[in-house]
T-cell receptor, first 117, second 112 residues
Framework: AQTVTQSQPEMSVQEAETVTLSCTYD???????LFWYKQPPSRQMILVIR??????QNATENRFSVNFQKAAKSFSLKISDSQLGDAAMYFC??????????????FGQGTELSVKP | DSGVTQTPKHLITATGQRVTLRCSPR?????VYWYQQSLDQGLQFLIH???????AKGNILERFSAQQFPDLHSELNLSSLELGDSALYFC???????????FGQGTRLTVV
């Protein structure tokens, strides 16, 4: 069974600085997707970024980028030029490529990010 | 706005009761997923429906059931409720397995 681990329950960053959130996962599959979701105080789950395992190039979305290390099974999220609105719980998630797995997301425990003005 | 609509937003009920949570997926999305978010269990996958058929089950209790209707909306039925069932229940939808899932705002269930 696949597992996702986020070892940092809480992180803090100064406004305009850069922060990196860590995520490791375990799987025996070679094809899969990885995601970072953001959950602000409103509790809405918002997709931040997505990475396909077959792609060597790291995904980027504006100030958000990932460092995907497939051999190490590591998938970290870097937030550049942090803004107050980035304060939220961040979840790393895994999804199998296999139709048999039903497309479910497997989530890590989350990292609570606070942004200091 | 993700396009996924969940009702109600909040629900308070007593132990032993039964409730129904409703989800309307984004237009055109055939897949509906249900997740439970609680303090002790985190975000857990419950069940997945694709075009009206059950595709995958997670750690869903026997007291819980779900269905997806011909118009693709889905309902999650929770019965014989216990205090431990208090949680945030999310619905998510996607067009296919190869596209990302978009989440609704969730239903906050409080069992007293």
């Amino acid at each position: 069974a696949q597992t996702v681990t986020q070892s940092q329950p809480e992180m803090s960053v100064q406004e305009a600085e850069t922060v990196t959130l860590s995520c490791t996962y375990d799987t025996s599959e070679s094809d899969y997707y990885l995601f970072w979701y953001k959950q602000p105080p409103s509790r809405q789950m918002i997709l931040v970024i997505r990475q396909e395992a077959y792609k060597q190039q790291n995904a980027t979305e504006n100030r958000f980028s990932v460092n995907f290390q497939k051999a190490a099974k590591s998938f970290s999220l870097k937030i550049s030029d942090s803004q107050l609105g980035d304060a939220a719980m961040y979840f790393c998630a895994y999804r199998s490529f296999s139709w048999n797995q039903g497309g479910k997301l497997i989530f890590g425990q989350g990292t609570e990010l606070s942004v200091k003005p | 706005d993700s396009g996924v609509t969940q009702t109600p937003k909040h629900l308070i009920t007593a132990t032993g009761q039964r409730v129904t949570l409703r989800c309307s997926p984004r237009s055109g999305d055939l897949s509906v997923y249900w997740y439970q978010q609680s303090l002790d269990q985190g975000l857990q996958f419950l069940i997945h429906y694709y075009n009206g058929e059950e595709r995958a089950k997670g750690n869903i209790l026997e007291r819980f059931s779900a269905q997806q209707f011909p118009d693709l909306h889905s309902e999650l039925n929770l019965s014989s409720l216990e205090l431990g069932d208090s949680a945030l229940y999310f619905c998510a939808s996607s067009a296919s397995l190869n596209t990302e899932a978009f989440f609704g705002q969730g239903t906050r269930l409080t069992v007293v």
